[in-house]
């Protein structure tokens, strides 16, 4: 199976009112910039969609309502993961209609050894046609998918991609010199999507997107027609605010962007906490900065 998901792909956060209940009309508000600013796919309910502090019925009911908005226009890509294989299989039967690919977080807490990372794919692969990329990010799990793990699921049918967010440039061009042609690596840290796109690398699955898909999306766009003047204007036009998006944690920093641009409330559910004072302020700056 050819991978169909490259470009740049946005993690969609999930706005909340300030009673906590979900902003669906945040959502789709943000859904229609996404279409409208030059996102090539949507991630729903990835981790920066605070997924592990929504409950099933919600993470449906986001997933449903990015799909209505969309109307077809953009591929989605819904996460599913966790740390016990097979509670995962009847997740798989609940999908609605509109999902056209999974993106699977390597099983974190339990940090199992290789071995067991790739049993795990091969059970995941098991329980669905839909195409696969799987998600390294040590910083979240406590376990760093090898090259040769990943090498080796890219062996299964349905497993397409790889969001590499190790931050090791090394680990991640390793994986794409010794990859098979039809197999995708896709960018897990936003600022290292350029560089990595310039080493082969096939796009991104971002978070800084979410709050300008116009910029960002041209930069993934002429980092992979060969155009690294453009690329390295509007990768170094967001470097600064990129970096502040992290500070904090995440998506504190980006819904700070996203309420500037008056898509939604900066809340969050406990335990992630709005960013200080200080950060919000410099965050603020910028974007009206950004948005010219």
């Known amino acids: 199976m050819n991978n169909p998901f490259t470009g740049a792909g946005v993690a969609l956060v999930t706005p909340f009112l300030e009673n906590e209940q979900i902003d669906f009309d945040g959502l789709r508000r943000l859904v229609r910039l996404q279409i409208e600013g030059g996102t090539d796919f949507l991630v729903v309910q990835g981790t920066t969609g605070e997924s592990p502090v929504l409950t099933q019925e919600e993470k449906m ?41 999974i993106l699977s977080v390597s099983p974190y807490y339990n940090k199992p050894i290789q071995k067991g ?33 990943t090498l080796a699921l890219s062996e299964i049918p349905n497993v397409v991609a790889v969001k590499e967010a190790s931050g090791n440039m090394e680990q991640i ?20 999507t350029m560089p990595l796109i310039a080493a082969g690398a096939d796009g991104v ?18 980092s992979m027609s060969g155009d690294l003047d453009t690329a390295r204007k509007e990768h170094y036009d967001l470097f600064n605010i990129t970096k502040m998006f992290f500070e904090e944690g995440n998506p504190g920093g980006v819904k700070v962007a996203l309420n500037v641009r008056g898509l939604m409330s900066e809340k969050m559910r406990l335990p992630l906490h709005p960013v200080s004072d200080g950060l919000r302020q410099r965050i603020t700056t910028e974007t009206r900065v950004l948005l010219g």
């Open 205 to 222: 699955i971002s978070v800084v997107a979410n709050a300008f898909p116009e910029k960002f999306s041209a930069m993934v766009h002429a």
């Open 61 to 101: 009911e986001v997933l449903q309502t990015v799909i209505d908005e969309n109307q077809g226009k953009l591929p989605i890509v819904y996460g599913v993961g966790g740390n016990n294989t097979r509670a995962l299989e009847a997740i798989f039967a609940k999908l609605p209609t509109g999902v056209d690919g």
């Open 173 to 192: 061009m390793d994986i794409i010199r010794q990859r098979r042609p039809d197999f995708g690596v896709l960018s897990g840290d936003d600022n290292l």
């Open 117 to 149: 990372i790739i049993e795990h794919f091969k059970l995941l692969a098991s329980y669905t046609e839909l195409p696969i990329i799987l998600y390294n990010v040590p910083g979240r799990t406590g376990s760093n998918m090898t090259p040769e793990t």
